[in-house]
């Protein structure tokens, strides 16, 4: 079983940026896509970023795109989270994802998550 394990998340002014990461360890970190996905409170989780097993191909929910960037270490068994010109609708759990698919724009994961890592904007 995978144990997926972020850190880097805080509390930012509107503007800034963070990144998160996610260290991953238990199976070949290489096998899967992965990504990220965000809860804020009283809202259900979201999709935010996959990255493919590869690290060739790259899917932003509308909310984030041209803002994050989602990238991968496979040497580090790391995913990591750019998050740029942060808005206070980005305030959420954020959550990796350890197998992530998608049909279409409905995204969903098939592995483990992390145990989440608050990221707060403040306005």
């Known amino acids: 079983q995978v144990q997926l394990v972020e850190s880097g998340g805080g509390l930012v002014q509107a503007g800034g940026s963070l990144r998160l990461s996610c260290a991953a360890s238990g199976r070949t970190f290489s096998s899967y896509a992965m990504g990220w996905f965000r809860q804020a409170p009283g809202k259900e989780r979201e999709f935010v970023a996959a990255?493919?097993?590869?690290?060739?191909?790259?899917y932003y929910a509308d909310s984030v795109k041209g803002r994050f960037t989602i990238s991968r270490d496979s040497a580090k068994n790391t995913v990591y989270l750019q998050m740029n010109s942060l808005k206070p609708e980005d305030t959420a759990v954020y959550y990796c994802a350890g197998n992530i698919d998608h049909y279409g724009s409905s995204w969903w994961n098939l592995g483990s998550w992390g145990q989440g890592t608050q990221v707060t904007v403040s306005s």
């Open positions: 990255i493919s097993w590869s690290g060739g191909n790259t």
